[in-house]
């Protein structure tokens, strides 16, 4: 009798890990598939092949497997639909697609509260509500304060938190501590760590590196200093040559040849 109870303990370990396993990998290639239609998708920055993704990403919690992170690349989508209404100042769209990011990634945030990339993503989407909720400062101001130091705290070698307030510096007044000499020191930061930047797991969000390069070529030509202009089709250069398919560096390629004939 106990020998038959133990022999039937382990085959029910052996099932259960068997799958356990093609679960775990059904994920990770579910996971892997709709984040490489994500970049292609991001490339182009077309709003219907971003929310064609979007749905995949929604398919994939059916698994029920590290809903944190599926959730947190919905929020990730919805702040990029959400920053494209900004070229056209659709502050109806930014307003929209904010709120709905706002709803996700706080969600994956109670799946999952210690994972940095979280409040870097909810800091960007705080940094939306200024289009719409200026009204709010107060508010947008303590919400930006409170992510950035839960990111920093978290992981302070996380590419993407120096990146995005190198990007938000690069906008912001010199009198508030922004311009493109604020902007350049972060964003040489993320670069710097993007170099040898590994994520725990193949399926996490390492987006950034390319933008890097693109941001650096940007707020070099707009310090426009002595040999900045140099340096900017340094970054442009070398970011298309590994990133060749990057629609953002495409475009500051044209801000670029644009800039250099008026000179």
């Given at each position: 009798m106990k020998?038959?109870?133990?022999?039937?303990?382990?085959?029910?370990?052996?099932?259960?890990?068997?799958?356990?396993?093609?679960?775990?990998?059904?994920?990770?290639?579910?996971?892997m598939k709709a984040k490489k239609n994500l970049t292609a998708a991001l490339n182009t920055y077309d709003e219907?092949?971003?929310l064609k993704v979007r749905g995949e990403f929604e398919r994939?919690?059916?698994?029920?497997?590290?809903?944190?992170?599926?959730?947190y690349y919905m929020a990730y989508i919805d702040y990029n639909i959400a920053t494209s209404g900004m070229k056209d100042q659709d502050n109806e769209k930014i307003k929209?697609?904010?709120?709905?990011?706002?709803?996700?990634?706080?969600?994956?945030?109670?799946?999952?509260?210690?994972f940095a990339d979280s409040y870097v993503l909810k800091m960007c989407l705080t940094f939306n509500r200024w289009m719409y909720e200026q009204d709010k400062m107060d508010d947008i101001m303590a919400v930006t304060q409170q992510t950035d130091a839960a990111a920093l705290k978290l992981d302070a070698m996380n590419p993407r938190y120096y990146l995005m307030k190198g990007i938000s510096a690069l906008y912001m007044p010199e009198a508030f501590g922004g311009g493109a000499d604020a902007s350049l020191k972060l964003l040489e930061k993320a670069y710097d760590i993007f170099q040898t930047r590994k994520e725990a797991e193949e399926y996490y969000p390492d987006w950034g590196y390319s933008m890097s390069f693109g941001f650096m070529a940007t707020a070099f030509m707009k310090r426009d200093k002595e040999g900045d202009m140099e340096k900017a089709k340094t970054f442009i250069d070398k970011g298309l040559e590994k990133f060749p398919d990057s629609g953002m560096l495409k475009e500051v390629l044209k801000q670029y040849e644009e800039k250099t004939k008026k000179n």
């Open positions: 020998k038959t109870f133990f022999y039937s303990a382990i085959i029910f370990v052996l099932i259960f890990t068997f799958s356990f396993n093609a679960y775990s990998d059904d994920f990770t290639n579910a996971m219907k092949d971003l994939i919690l059916q698994l029920k497997m590290n809903e944190w992170v599926v959730n929209k697609y904010t709120q709905s990011g706002f709803a996700v990634i706080d969600k994956s945030i109670e799946q999952k509260d210690d």
